[in-house]
């Protein structure tokens, strides 16, 4: 499966546009299983340097966007005569293309909105379940450019909680008025759903907080409304995080799985990260001591001891297991340790936009079935400064300008290696 990745291709009016629709047409084209749209970028513009974050895509809410140019919903959705609705089947029909179901990723991103993202204003504050702000404190100037770029939030009233939930449940509408195969409700990586999942910063003590269950109340409501207003045979994916936790949180986080399961999820994706401690761009520190030249699946997957022991809990669950994955031997390890059953792969669609046709051609013997993608070196100032999110900008600015370049009809590169 193609797996989200940061796009950052969007105008400022915030719809799909003739990029979307070539990116797509190129990725519809690889032989993929399934396409999940991509994550756009925050910008973060501090001393001269460019920091770059993930922010969810499709945004559900104008008001509060993750980037200044994420793809969003319009406001209020009045259905399928809505004005917006053509824009969105192009992008759908330029996906789906060749055949390839696609399934739209749907975001809110809290606390985790860029100063002056949306229409809220430069000064608002951003919302979450807590008024616990962003904290990345890596380096002083990571704290300074976390303290600059990102508001302190609010504590999301009830009032509040109930116009998000309508507006994931509006942009579901949107997404099948507009062909779209599905949904993937995006409760990773910091954002809103996941700052709800999360006791780090969801420490209320209503119907929404307190407990593994109450904590899932949001995300779990969500689903449901959103299954009312969909026709059956459209997917409803979720995608939750499982790394950056503490340990003690593990069982808690399964439990959480546990009520998906119950209340109906076609898949769950397992990932991870945020950005304060961002998995999701280079995995655990504890795979570092893997021989270099082993390629299993124990190497490439970063999420995989949660993968499994979801697995072992729920055998019937549809897994999609990404991060880390390059090549044929490590996919085909994880499906044979019954690990997953769909394997994502992000960043090297966005080197190589017809991957599969080398992994699944059985004539390429498999130490040549794969893609090696070398770290992106960060600038001189990043590593001067030991600033984390200049760091994981070069990683995600490098692949977001191979995407720009898929969308123009140029040649993309994978990073030079060391």
């Known amino acids: 499966m193609q797996a989200a990745m940061a796009e950052n291709l969007a105008k400022s009016g ?69 004005k917006h609705v053509e824009t969105w089947k192009k992008y759908a029909e330029s996906c789906q293309k060749h055949g390839t179901p696609t399934i739209a990723q749907v975001c809110h991103p809290g606390r985790q909105s860029l100063r002056g993202a949306g229409r809220r204003g430069l000064f608002a504050q951003t919302m979450a379940p807590s008024p616990i702000p962003l904290k990345i404190d890596n380096s002083w100037l990571d704290s300074l450019i976390t303290t600059l770029a990102f508001p302190k939030p609010r504590e999301m009233t009830q009032k509040d909680i109930d116009t998000v939930t309508r507006l994931f449940v509006d942009t579901a509408r949107l997404m099948a008025d507009s062909g779209f195969s599905g949904i993937e409700l995006h409760a990773a990586h910091g954002y809103l759903i996941d700052q709800f999942l999360n006791p780090k910063s969801n420490t209320r003590k209503d119907a929404y907080g307190g407990s593994a269950e109450k904590r899932a109340k949001f995300l779990l409501d969500i689903l449901k409304e959103c299954r009312k207003v969909v026709p059956p045979n459209f997917c409803i994916g979720v995608k939750l995080n499982s790394a950056d936790r503490d340990p003690t949180s593990f069982e808690d986080t399964l439990v959480q799985v546990a009520l998906l399961v119950q209340t109906g999820i076609d898949f769950l994706e397992v990932s991870g990260g945020s950005y304060e401690n ?141």
């Open 278 to 418: 961002p998995r999701m761009v280079r995995g655990d520190s504890t795979q570092k001591d893997q021989e270099k030249g082993q390629r299993t699946a124990a190497r490439e997957a970063f999420f995989l001891e949660f993968a499994q022991e979801t697995r072992k809990r729920h055998p019937n669950l549809v897994l999609m297991l990404t991060g880390g994955f390059r090549s044929r031997t490590g996919a085909e390890t994880a499906i044979k340790e019954n690990a997953c059953d769909l394997v994502g792969m992000a960043r090297p669609a966005a080197v190589n936009p017809g991957l599969p046709k080398l992994l699944l051609d059985e004539s390429i013997p498999a130490e040549e079935a794969e893609l090696v993608l070398d770290a992106v070196q960060s600038s001189w100032f990043a590593r001067t400064f030991k600033s984390q999110i200049l760091g994981m900008g070069a990683e995600t600015t490098y692949y977001a300008n191979q995407i720009h370049r898929l969308a123009k009809g140029l040649a993309t590169f994978a990073p030079a290696l060391s």
């Open 14 to 82: 915030n719809n799909p546009n003739e990029d979307f629709y070539q990116a797509y047409t190129r990725w519809s084209d690889g032989g993929w299983g399934m396409i999940v749209t991509g994550q756009s970028t925050c910008y973060v513009h501090t001393f001269k340097c460019q920091a770059e974050l993930f922010a969810g895509n499709v945004q559900v809410d104008i008001n509060h966007l993750g980037n200044f140019v994420d793809p969003a919903l319009q406001g209020d959705y009045t259905g399928p005569k809505d």
